[in-house]
């Protein structure tokens, strides 16, 4: 009975066995397949969302951009319309390109999961899964749809592209027919110019009469408050500057002798800041009379030209005044007569004045619709004038020679003012207005705005030399407060000089760059395109991305330093580990603290690090011709500071050199001597020459004393005092116990020399001496010659 159930059992156990088996071998195939099935569920799912998404954004692209080509044919006679077009085009054409980078990572999905499933089947094999012939397809026309799209998006590219080159092409059609054009210079002194001008004038009248009877009806609370918030803005900004310069906003007329830098800081201050709170108030005025609804279309334009005028003259006015200082002599920064100082401040005041009038005349010309012949009339006139001006600024005797008497420009500047005011007369003789009205704007503005950073170029010098910061009001001030050593004084000098020419830099560039034509939108995209890439043949630099490796390089090497006094300081320090330990983890955590932030902000500036290993080969050549001794003194400080045959605080002997080990660095070994001397050893020889160190593995040492008696001593009396003398001394170690040897005697000496260990070597030196004075002592004593 029992063996059919144990047969039984054994078929029932085989058939577990293959069954078994059956699932261990499908498990990986069924796993497989439902891996395959969730990727495909999650292709199908992904693809057709990014797709959707970019061809609704390449869609919006086209409508803006067929936008921006009918401004751009409406605007093509405005310069700052142009310019704002073309900023949006580049913005769309930004766009364009991310949205070409969006496809990137489906298609590589799609032609990845493509070479995965296979061409399809040929003839005569086995039919595939219609699943899988379905997925081939359906990512086929995915692929179709997307490489349509990308063609969309650079055909739509090129066209962005060619109305941005369209617009610069009409840009500087335009520049070019404002300077080139000539106009009947007939009608500017004919007789209807004065009947124009007259009606100019009363329509004039009108506009300002009825505007400020609105403003006194229904309007003056408002026109108070505007006022009042503009007066209150430039207020806190002069009376808030004039307390933090102090003696640098304004000449002192007590001082008899200022220095050169002084002249220099208050000619700069006193011409920025006054003219910064005019700006403002006069920004200000504006932006409340606009924003509270005080200001009609024509009355806003001719405010906005008024408002840039005031604030060009008074700019110039103050710059005049700093420079010639017709009334404080000692704090001119030129050497001119007093004479000819006010006739070249009246010059250049009167210069700017008329130049300024030209630009409002002009705007009211056409604000109010005037004919064409008035407008021409007033340039010719103004800029007639200002060419006369200049060359009577040219032909002044400002200086003295030697002798006493009067002596002129510089030949060169001299020559260059007179052709410059030469040449905007003849143009405006000859007809050309526009180029006479650039000549005299670029003389007048530009060169008030050049000379301000000339004027700041010189005070930021004048601030970077030693002891030349202290010297200001501003620095005394500090230094009364902060109490600076002189490194610390010299350091800040410098800092502040480069401060000075940013800020110099970043306001004069832009606004030399606004008076030869160019708009705000044009600075902006310069600006935005220099940040963020400057491309040098097929490299490309990004500003904003070294200045965040930069940044983030410093972040970590000081997070590096706090973590070295943490790990030191309180960790190491608590553990009781030995100062050679601390030294060395110390030195290898900043070490590889200092690399991960260089590797962090070399990856943050966008430089690709395996470029880097074309570098590095090189270098390698270099390295190991050039510097052998750098590399082996390298390799031999990570060595001791590995090894640690010794550590901070052994004394140690060395090439001659007997010291305490004070820093161990990957470069060299300082060691301090007996006399303080700091001796710096390389590391290359302490690991290639033999080196004492006498507290290598405890402190433990052994001093021989020589002592030599006369020979007609007893010989075993002086051993037995010796031997007395050294035992009797505390702080020697009994065990060893202290000896005593013969070593040697000739016909007039016993030579003896006393041994004793010490469990600090390092105090030998008091021992030895006071040992010494006990043998003496003892020796006269005992009558030992």
């Known amino acids: 009975m029992m063996q059919p159930v144990h047969r039984l059992s054994r078929l029932l156990s085989r058939v577990l066995l293959v069954m078994a088996a059956v699932l261990a071998l499908s498990s990986p195939v069924l796993s497989q397949t439902a891996a395959d099935d969730t990727r495909i569920a999650t292709a199908r799912g992904a693809g057709p969302e990014v797709v959707a998404q970019q061809r609704d954004r390449i869609g919006n692209i086209e409508k803006q951009a067929d936008q921006l080509a009918r401004r751009m044919q409406s605007g093509a006679q405005d310069d700052a319309i142009l310019v704002e077009v073309r900023n949006a085009l580049e913005e769309l054409s930004r766009e364009l390109l991310a949205s070409g980078v969006a496809f990137r990572p489906r298609l590589t999905a799609i032609n990845n999961r493509l070479d995965e499933i296979g061409p399809p089947?040929?003839?005569?094999?086995?039919?595939?899964?219609?699943?899988?012939?379905?997925?081939?397809?359906?990512?086929?026309?995915?692929?179709a749809d997307i490489n349509a799209l990308l063609g969309q998006a650079e055909t739509l590219s090129l066209r962005v592209n060619g109305m941005v080159e369209e617009i610069v092409r009409i840009r500087r059609d335009l520049f070019a027919n404002t300077l080139s054009?000539?106009?009947?210079?007939?009608?500017?002194?004919?007789?209807?110019?004065?009947?124009?001008?007259?009606?100019?004038?009363?329509?004039?009248?009108?506009?300002?009469?009825?505007?400020?009877?609105?403003?006194?009806?229904?309007?003056?609370?408002?026109?108070?408050?505007?006022?009042?918030?503009?007066?209150?803005?430039?207020?806190?900004?002069?009376?808030?500057?004039?307390?933090?310069?102090?003696?640098?906003?304004?000449?002192?007329?007590?001082?008899?002798?200022?220095?050169?830098?002084?002249?220099?800081?208050?000619?700069f201050w006193s011409t920025l800041l006054p003219s910064a709170a005019v700006a403002v108030f006069l920004a200000a005025t504006y932006f409340f009379f606009n924003y509270y609804g005080l200001l009609r279309r024509d009355i806003a334009q001719l405010m906005v030209t008024l408002f840039n005028v005031i604030a060009t003259v008074f700019f110039i006015y103050r710059l005049a005044a700093a420079v010639f200082s017709p009334r404080l002599p000692e704090w001119r920064l030129l050497p001119v007569r007093t004479s000819t100082a006010r006739v070249l401040f009246w010059l250049v005041c009167l210069t700017a004045l008329v130049s300024g009038l030209d630009f409002v005349t002009s705007k009211v010309t056409e604000v109010m619709a005037s004919p064409l012949s008035l407008t021409v009339a007033k340039s010719f006139f103004?800029?007639?004038?200002?060419?006369?001006?200049?060359?009577?600024?040219?032909?002044?005797?400002?200086?003295?020679?030697?002798?006493?008497?009067?002596?002129?420009?510089?030949?060169?500047?001299?020559?260059?003012?007179?052709?410059?005011?030469?040449?905007?007369?003849?143009?405006?003789?000859?007809?050309?207005?526009?180029?006479?009205?650039?000549?005299a704007q670029q003389i007048v503005v530009t060169g008030a705005i050049l000379a301000t950073m000339y004027i700041g170029y010189l005070s930021a010098g004048a601030i970077s030399e030693e002891g030349g910061f202290i010297n200001t009001g501003f620095g005394k001030r500090l230094d009364k407060r902060f109490n600076f050593d002189e490194t610390t004084e010299d350091q800040l000098g410098l800092l502040f000089s480069v401060l000075i020419n940013v800020l110099v830099l970043g306001i004069g560039i832009p606004?030399?760059?606004?008076?030869?034509?160019?708009?705000?939108?044009?600075?902006?995209?310069?600006?935005?395109?220099?940040?963020?890439?400057?491309?040098?043949?097929?490299?490309?630099?990004?500003?904003?991305?070294?200045?965040?490796?930069?940044?983030?390089?410093?972040?970590g090497y000081v997070?590096?330093?706090?973590?070295?006094?943490?790990?030191?300081?309180?960790?190491?320090?608590?553990?009781?580990?030995?100062?050679?330990?601390?030294?060395?983890?110390?030195?290898?955590?900043?070490?590889?603290?200092?690399?991960?932030?260089?590797?962090?902000?070399?990856?943050?500036?966008?430089?690709?690090?395996?470029?880097?290993?074309?570098v590095a080969g090189a270098l390698s050549l270099g390295i190991g011709f050039g510097l052998q001794n750098i590399v082996n003194n390298f390799v031999s400080g990570l060595i001791l500071l590995a090894e640690r045959p010794f550590k901070v605080g052994d004394s140690i002997e060395a090439s001659g050199t007997k010291g305490t080990v004070r820093k161990i660095s990957v470069r060299a070994t300082e060691v301090e001597t007996s006399q303080r001397q700091t001796v710096?050893?390389?590391?290359?020889?302490?690991?290639?020459?033999?080196?004492?160190?006498?507290?290598?593995?405890?402190?433990?040492?052994?001093?021989?004393?020589?002592?030599?008696?006369?020979?007609?001593?007893?010989?075993?009396?002086?051993?037995?005092l010796l031997l007395e003398i050294v035992r009797q001394q505390p702080g020697i170690l009994k065990n060893p116990e202290p000896q005593v040897a013969f070593t040697g005697f000739d016909g007039a000496t016993l030579n003896f020399e006393v041994r004793a260990v010490l469990p600090d070597i390092t105090s030998r030196l008091a021992f030895t001496n006071e040992l010494r004075f006990e043998i003496a002592e003892r020796f006269k004593t005992e009558g030992i010659a």
Do not use: C
């Open 511 to 555: 606004l030399i760059f606004l008076q030869w034509g160019f708009q705000w939108g044009d600075i902006q995209s310069w600006t935005y395109n220099m940040m963020t890439e400057i491309r040098i043949g097929s490299i490309s630099i990004s500003i904003i991305g070294i200045l965040t490796g930069i940044f983030i390089f410093l972040v």
């Open 181 to 267: 054009r000539r106009y009947d210079i007939s009608v500017a002194i004919s007789p209807r110019v004065v009947d124009d001008l007259a009606a100019e004038n009363r329509k004039l009248t009108n506009a300002l009469s009825s505007w400020g009877r609105f403003l006194i009806n229904f309007k003056l609370s408002a026109v108070l408050a505007a006022t009042f918030y503009a007066l209150l803005a430039a207020s806190i900004l002069l009376i808030g500057g004039r307390r933090l310069l102090g003696t640098l906003y304004s000449p002192d007329p007590t001082v008899e002798q200022p220095s050169y830098l002084s002249r220099l800081s208050v000619a």
């Open 382 to 439: 103004a800029t007639i004038i200002v060419g006369v001006l200049i060359i009577v600024i040219g032909l002044q005797r400002p200086f003295t020679d030697e002798a006493g008497n009067a002596r002129g420009w510089s030949p060169l500047f001299r020559a260059a003012i007179l052709i410059l005011g030469g040449v905007t007369v003849v143009s405006a003789l000859l007809g050309y207005i526009g180029l006479a009205r650039f000549i």
């Open 121 to 143: 089947r040929a003839d005569g094999e086995a039919p595939e899964p219609p699943a899988l012939t379905a997925e081939r397809q359906s990512l086929i026309d995915e692929k």
């Open 559 to 614: 997070a590096t330093r706090g973590f070295q006094r943490w790990l030191d300081g309180k960790v190491m320090a608590r553990g009781r580990v030995d100062a050679g330990v601390r030294n060395s983890i110390s030195t290898a955590v900043g070490y590889a603290g200092i690399a991960l932030a260089a590797l962090l902000g070399i990856s943050a500036a966008g430089i690709d690090l395996s470029n880097l290993a074309l």
């Open 680 to 720: 710096i050893l390389p590391n290359s020889l302490l690991i290639n020459a033999a080196v004492g160190n006498w507290t290598h593995r405890n402190r433990t040492g052994r001093v021989d004393i020589p002592v030599v008696a006369s020979s007609e001593n007893d010989a075993r009396h002086v051993h037995a």
